[in-house]
């Protein structure tokens, strides 16, 4: 089993005092959303949240995911990556996630998952756009963890995956659902006009 570890740890200082993780999507909050689609795929699920009684907590409790505190999560993704990978279970590869990409189904995991099984000879599998722009979410192989150990900052793994990029399988999903999150309250809006 490849863990799917979900970065919930920001601080959604774009929504000016909303909580994007926490705007309902499809009657729910989208991190719950998040870990359901996630658990769907079969594999177990890790949120990296900043506080067990962060309001995030109580919107995923009563679901079969672990849920691992960053306490210095507000120093940036690196941070957060670094802490909370080095808390996820030895395996062979494991998944990281983006807690706001909306648009992104239980499908589009599994064929990132599908590709890591087709492609073996590579050390990251990512999802893309359609037209191949490099997107989430992104399998890492084991043998990269040790480099999280070095993170810092809010650039998250792209020093990893630069270095790797002679590796690195894309995996083309539909649309734009890679890379769709949405950062704003007038984001929101615009996304919710089109989506009804």
């Not at 909050?29 to 109580?58: C, E, K, N, S």
């Not at 990251?124 to 979410?137: F, I």
Request: charged share 20%; proline share 8%.
């Amino acid at each position: 089993m490849i863990p799917i570890l979900i970065l919930a740890a920001g601080g959604s200082r774009r929504m000016r005092g909303q909580d994007k993780l926490l705007q309902p999507v499809a009657g729910q909050p989208l991190l719950r959303r998040q870990v359901l689609m996630a658990q769907d795929t079969g594999h177990p699920v890790y949120v990296a949240l900043p506080a067990a009684d962060h309001p995030r907590a109580a919107t995923i409790r009563d679901l079969a995911a672990t849920i691992l505190i960053v306490p210095e999560a507000a120093q940036g993704m690196g941070v957060t990556m670094r802490d909370a990978v080095a808390q996820l279970p030895p395996s062979k590869a494991f998944m990281i996630l983006l807690g706001d990409l909306v648009a992104l189904c239980t499908a589009d995991l599994l064929s990132v998952f599908a590709a890591r099984q087709m492609q073996p000879d590579h050390l990251v599998w990512r999802g893309a756009t359609a037209e191949g722009k490099p997107g989430h979410p992104v399998i890492f192989d084991a043998s990269l963890r040790p480099q999280f150990a070095d993170l810092a900052g809010d650039s998250g793994a792209d020093r990893i995956v630069r270095a790797h990029q002679g590796q690195t399988c894309l995996v083309p999903l539909p649309g734009q659902r890679a890379r769709l999150d949405l950062d704003t309250p007038e984001q929101w809006d615009a996304w919710r006009r089109t989506a009804l």
